[in-house]
């Protein structure tokens, strides 16, 4: 089941992959570029781009995702609702 998460804060996903030795793909980072100061768009940018890959992933045949929320399920529940799923099962709200 793929994991998805959100990418608000660009800085603090860029660091974490660095600690996990993986690379952030170029296009992600062209998106984010300049938007350090306007949280706002980035999240509107984070919900985008969350439910464009839900929807490549389904069309791949993928039916089932974990969000990773960090506290933040609005954006979960906004996504979801985008995608058709008015009632997300929720599998651990901690």
Known sequence: MPGI?????????????????????????????GLDDRQETRQIIAGVVAVEMCRILHNGGVDDFHFYTLN???????????????EPVLLNQN
């Open 72 to 86: 933040r399920s609005e954006m979960t529940t906004a996504i979801c609702h985008i995608l058709g799923v008015t």
């Open 5 to 33: 998460l959100p990418v608000s804060n660009f800085k603090q996903v860029k660091h974490f992959a660095k600690m996990c030795g993986t690379k952030i793909p170029q296009w992600m980072e062209d998106l984010f570029n």
